[in-house]
Nanobody, 114 residues
């Protein structure tokens, strides 16, 4: 069973950047599509970005052009580069297999101040 550990969150001013990392305890090479999700207080968890083993990416409209997802299969890690952050990006960020089929990690808190 794959365990996921997210890191890299923090407090940043609007317009700033953060890079999130997601380390997997086992090989994720066979997992075709990995994803980042986020959950803001009082809201449902939402899909932010996905990436296939071939490097094809998709983004939600709210982050398109500002966030970049990438993966390093050799090191079992998925990344999320977040630029031009907005207060609406404030949330706990999680990585998982697309569809959320793996046990959820603890997430990493991102707080964007205005």
């Amino acid at each position: 069973q794959v365990q996921l550990v997210e890191s890299g969150g923090g407090l940043v001013q609007a317009g700033g950047s953060l890079r999130l990392s997601c380390a997997a305890s086992a090989r994720i090479f066979s997992i075709n599509r990995m994803a980042w999700y986020r959950q803001a207080p009082g809201k449902q968890r939402e899909l932010v970005a996905t990436i296939t083993t071939g490097g094809s990416t998709n983004y939600s409209n709210s982050v398109k052009g500002r966030f970049t997802i990438s993966r390093d299969n050799a090191n079992n890690t998925v990344y999320l580069q977040m630029n031009s952050l907005k207060p609406d990006d404030t949330a706990v960020y999680y990585c998982n297999r697309f569809g959320g089929y793996l046990p959820w990690g603890q997430g990493t808190q991102v707080t964007v101040s205005s």
